[in-house]
């Protein structure tokens, strides 16, 4: 059944999209990403115009972590206090973010930035995951309780402004929390994704997070945060496609329950090592085609703009 | 020598001209973008009117060619750049039709001859080049060619070659696809009967294309009251993500 959507004027098949949202739907409900970094690049395949697919992505970001959040908030996994700092940080990141996208549009460079942050940030991230969780399974695997884990009392903790976060159990600074979520903010507006693929290991590593807490209150900040870019894409670039949103969402919504089900089900450390190799799969793409020559050098856009 | 030609030209087409004239009908005369909207045929079929018995000398050949409205490109091509592939150089072509469909009734070469294709910018090429891009930035015409590569490849510019029918002389139809990928904006057909590479008569008349319904409503929202189309968006998604969680919950509880 082709659909013609209005906005990004091209007619693709919904069934299609109903797929795509569905699978990133799983994928959102198990990891806690918004699941923009694998959407994102798909929209990009079946022919919708950049620009639309990122300003209406973060759209479909906001239904997707909306009915995922709503099962954490259930299960009482969201630490709202630390989710509010963070999206403090976020609002602040977003919008600085979008003022750097306008001067690499001026530039006629924003495809490559876009493209090269994908393939620096994910293949760092995929990495450093990748062997972190192999490295808790194995010790999980060699009998015995694992070796209680030391606290870190670093850097982190010998910041001012510390503030008491009952449900994570911390007392730390606020100062990395906002920095956090300032990053994620900037990325997310550049990249046009949720950020959570960022916020979810900076949560469990650098701020020392239980692993239950860290989805739910990553999706908290990611509703608010991508609704702000969408607001902005809206207003400034008209690039919003509200029927490619809902024919995604109406696949996404459904795989997000269906993941949020398979998550909970599942043992933290394989649900990082699958999070992990799939990050290093779409950072892989990425790479490639930047580093193979295409088959068609030339490409086009509308005059003065993206 | 080519402006002999075309001085040539001048005497002899109002001649011919008052000769030969085309009466043309359209399938339809406006294209109608649903949101179930799958592309479009156009059937243009016409006849020559003429007082006097057809010429002697070659037959009379029929071109019909339906453009879209022409808009302002931007042409990058990349080149490697330490090891990755990035975007170097770009090119403006000033103005480029976002749809461009000739069909003729000949091979193209026979049915009109290069001079006559310059004056009246029929193929593909000369549609883009004569509006096109500041031809003094060297390689220029590579980026023009990279325009019509790009369309021919996603079905917005084509050539149909030996499509048009032609019945005594007198009668002629063809069929022009419209793919699905369509933008908006008034469309022209263009008639042009020709005899030995020479255009004889022309004909233009217009198809609207525009977008219906839903989509109107939609797209014409987005332009003037962005604000609220983004708050409308947003509360779509988050009344779709909020009912299909609480249908999903109820549906497992039972």
Redesign the interface.
């Known amino acids: ?4 959507l ?2 990004a ?3 693709v098949n919904a069934f299609l999209l109903f797929g795509l949202g569905g699978m990133v739907g799983i994928l959102s409900g198990m990891f806690g990403v918004g699941g923009g970094f694998l959407m994102t690049p798909l929209l990009f395949f079946i ?1 919708i115009p950049p620009a639309v697919a990122v300003a209406t992505e973060a ?2 970001i ?6 995922g959040v ?2 954490h908030f259930r299960r009482r996994t969201v630490d709202l206090k630390m989710g509010t700092v963070l999206l403090i940080g976020g609002l602040a990141g977003a919008a600085l973010g979008v003022i750097v996208f306008n001067y690499l549009k001026s530039l ?2 924003v ?2 930035l876009v493209k090269l942050c994908y393939v620096v940030f994910l293949g760092i991230i995929g990495s450093l995951m990748f062997i972190e969780s192999l490295n808790a399974i194995r010790k999980s695997r060699k009998g015995g309780t694992p070796p209680p884990k030391r606290r870190q009392r670093g850097w982190i903790h010998a910041m001012p402004f510390k503030m008491r976060f009952r449900t994570s159990g911390l007392y730390i600074s606020v100062i990395p929390p906002v920095i956090i979520g300032l990053f994620v903010g900037v990325l997310s507006a550049i990249m046009g994704v949720g950020g959570g693929f960022i916020m979810v290991p900076a949560m469990i590593y650098l701020l020392g997070m239980p692993t239950k807490v860290v989805v739910g209150t990553s999706l908290f900040q990611i509703i608010f945060v991508t ?1 702000f870019t ?2 902005l ?3 400034t670039n ?1 690039t ?1 496609d ?2 490619l ?2 024919l995604l ?2 696949g996404g ?2 795989g ?2 269906i993941g949020t089900v398979i998550g909970a089900r599942m043992p933290a450390e394989q649900l990082r090592v699958l999070l992990a190799a799939l990050v290093l799969v779409v950072c892989g793409k990425l790479a490639l085609d ?5 088959s ?10 993206h | 020598m080519l402006r002999l030609i075309t001085l040539l030209c001048l005497i002899c087409l109002p001649a011919y001209a008052t000769e030969e004239q085309v009466v043309l009908g359209l399938s339809q005369d406006r294209v109608s ?7 479009s045929e156009i059937l243009i079929f016409g006849a020559v009117k003429r007082e006097a018995p057809i010429p002697e000398g070659p037959p009379l050949e029929v071109i019909v060619s339906v453009v879209g409205p022409s ?10 750049r330490f ?5 170097t150089d ?1 090119l ?1 072509v000033d103005l480029a039709p976002s749809f461009y469909a000739v069909a003729t009734s000949a091979p193209f070469n026979e049915v009109l001859t290069n001079t006559e294709d310059l004056r009246y910018r029929v193929s593909i090429e000369r549609a883009i080049r004569s509006v096109g891009a500041d031809m003094s930035i060297q390689g220029a015409q ?2 023009s060619e ?2 019509i ?3 021919e ?1 996603e079905g917005l510019y084509s050539i149909r070659q030996n499509t048009v029918a032609v019945d005594e002389q007198t009668l002629f139809r063809t069929s022009i696809d419209m793919p ?5 904006g008034d469309y022209t057909a263009r008639i042009f009967l020709t005899r030995s590479g020479m255009v004889v008569s022309t004909f233009e008349t217009a198809i609207d294309v525009r ?1 219906v319904g ?3 409503i ?2 014409t929202m ?2 003037e009251q ?2 609220w ?6 509360a ?3 009344a ?6 609480t249908a ?2 109820l549906l497992r509880q039972n």
């Open positions: 059944m082709q659909i013609y209005p906005i004027e091209v007619s022919g759209n479909q906001v239904a997707s972590s909306f009915s709503l099962a006629g460079q495809d490559l609704a969408t607001m894409h809206a207003t008209y919003v509200v029927v949103a809902v969402l109406v919504v459904v997000a329950q930047l580093l193979l020559q295409p068609e050098l030339y490409s086009l856009g509308d005059a003065g703009g | 973008i649903t949101a179930d909207f799958d592309g808009e302002p490109v931007t042409v990058r091509r990349k080149e490697k090891g990755i592939w990035i975007n770009s403006v590579n980026f990279a325009v590569r790009i369309r490849h699905s990928d369509l933008t908006e977008k839903l989509e109107r939609l797209y987005s332009r962005p604000i189309y983004g708050l409308m968006s947003l779509i998604a988050i779709a993500g909020w009912g299909a969680s999903f919950r």
